[in-house]
């Protein structure tokens, strides 16, 4: 149990995280501040990918697994372009891709 509760609060931490660079870069859309989200959300993938494979009850975790799949490989896509730190660099989901699982990590961090 102490593990599943070390994980949750790596997981917890890393949302934080996303949500506070998320934030400056919808104040600044430059390639800077995306490649801070860029960072943020891996690490977050690797916190809900261990959540996901080691523990019972967060199985809804693979519509975040997928939705940031699908946002690692658009911004891939993006960064072919070769951009400075300082240009604009905004994201628009692409037709398909998995929206982002508010209602799944608010359920979630409420009953940690």
Known sequence: MEM???NLIVWSNCIKRCQFVYDLY???????CAN???LANLKLYEASEVLYNNSDGFEDLIFLLIHLNDWFLQ???L????PLSTDLFVFQRV???APYPKEIINKILENL
């Open 4 to 6: 599943i509760d070390n």
């Open 26 to 32: 919808r104040s600044d859309q430059s390639y800077l």
């Open 36 to 38: 801070r989200v860029f």
């Open 75 to 77: 911004f891939e896509e």
């Open 79 to 82: 960064k072919l372009s070769k």
């Open 95 to 97: 037709n398909g891709a």
